[in-house]
């Protein structure tokens, strides 16, 4: 399944990633700090989804209340209906 995403409060404009099985294949962010981006997709493809919203959810970017992980943390639990 593809899921397009588009976050708030960050940097980044559109998340697209691929889910298999409960498994995340494949991760697509357009922009925002495209090393680190690279770097977070890298660490959580072949992550069960389940694992990726525990390791990501709440972590905050500076005094904003979200940041790009987070914001792939709130894709993926709209992915899994929470």
Do not use: F, H
């Not at 498994?23 to 357009?30: A, E, L």
């Amino acid at each position: 399944m593809i899921i397009d995403y588009q976050p708030r409060g960050v940097c980044s404009r559109r998340m697209t990633l691929e889910v298999e099985e409960g498994v995340i294949r494949s991760i697509r962010i357009q922009g925002g700090c495209d090393g680190n981006l690279q770097g977070i997709s890298r660490l959580v493809e072949g992550m069960e989804v389940s694992e990726a919203i525990r390791r990501l959810d709440g972590i905050r970017c500076g005094g904003k209340p979200t940041s790009c992980p987070d914001q792939l943390a709130q894709a993926l639990k709209q992915y899994k209906g929470e």
